[in-house]
């Protein structure tokens, strides 16, 4: 009981039944290096800190930023506790030989830090025993959450290279599926296709988040797939660092966006800078 009150709290720092969220991811630069919109870490917090109802941050950016976490106008730090190089591409300054995923921290390390939730990656689409790792070490640290009653928001990512167009939606689900038995409080997926992301809505016991790693899918055609996964149910939107070249302009047009979602009150539980954005 105190672990799962523990959690509850926490988790409505950043989201609540009924409510659709907003987040911010801006921990891909600790992989990739200064990325346009994330090329000054301090000035990016300050930013977005207001207008999202969630940052995730890398455990270094949590430490130094922690003013602008503070009070009711600030956002609520998710922790991310593991890196990876699957999403350099191959110009990168230093491409991929082999794909690798290693713990930044414990879930203790991200509590000290004032986390509102754990974050971590699933990654898909590589050898088994790469896979079987990746599942392990999530579940582990699920364990570890829970025994502090912290909550754990793991993103689901079918990258590799065996994860076929055919067969996308399938990866996803499988994603979703090990997420939910290892025990993760929250999770965050690529939109699939209405099909798939009906019988995970009705699958997942957990809140389901849809990524957003290009911003222009926050106003083309993109948009109305997004909405209507927001009217079938899921939970809000996870705006990634490759989606915020222009911080302020992606959260104008995802609250735009969350704005014209039917099924929910769209300002319970969020800041009042917040509430200004969506009515811009």
């Not at 076929?164 to 939606?169: F, G, I, N, T």
């Not at 809505?201 to 083309?220: C, G, R, W, Y």
Request: aromatic content about 4%; some cysteine.
């Amino acid at each position: 009981m105190p672990a799962a009150i523990g959690k509850t709290l926490r988790l409505a720092e950043f989201w609540r039944e009924g409510q659709k969220s907003l987040l911010a991811d801006i921990s891909m630069p600790g992989a990739l290096g200064p990325m346009p919109g994330l090329d000054r870490p301090s000035e990016a917090v300050r930013q977005l800190a207001p207008l999202v109802e969630g940052l995730v941050v890398n455990p270094g950016i949590a430490d130094s930023q922690v003013a602008a976490f503070s009070g009711k106008a600030g956002a609520a730090p998710l922790v991310r506790l593991d890196w990876t190089n699957a999403q350099r591409p191959a110009d990168f300054v230093l491409p991929p030989a082999q794909i690798h995923r290693v713990a930044l921290g414990t879930a203790e390390d991200a509590l000290q830090l004032g986390a509102c939730a754990a974050v971590t990656t699933l990654l898909l689409g590589y050898d088994e025993d790469f896979e079987a790792r990746n599942v392990q070490s999530i579940s582990f640290l699920a364990r570890a959450c829970d025994q502090i009653s912290l909550p754990l928001f793991a993103e689901v990512r079918p990258v590799g290279p065996k994860v076929e167009p055919a067969k996308y939606d399938g990866a996803v689900q499988l994603g979703v599926s090990f997420m939910v038995e290892g025990g993760a409080d929250a999770i965050s997926i690529p939109l699939p296709g209405a099909k798939a992301l009906a019988l995970l809505l009705e699958f997942a016991p957990v809140p389901l988040f849809l990524q957003v790693d290009n911003a222009a899918s926050l106003a083309n055609e993109d948009a109305g797939a997004l909405i209507d996964a927001l009217n079938a149910g899921c939970a809000g939107i996870v705006l990634g660092s490759r989606a915020l070249a222009d911080p302020a302009r992606a959260v104008q047009q995802a609250r735009a966006l969350l704005a014209q979602v039917s099924n929910a009150d769209q300002t319970a539980g969020l800041s009042p800078l917040s509430r200004t954005v969506g009515q811009a």
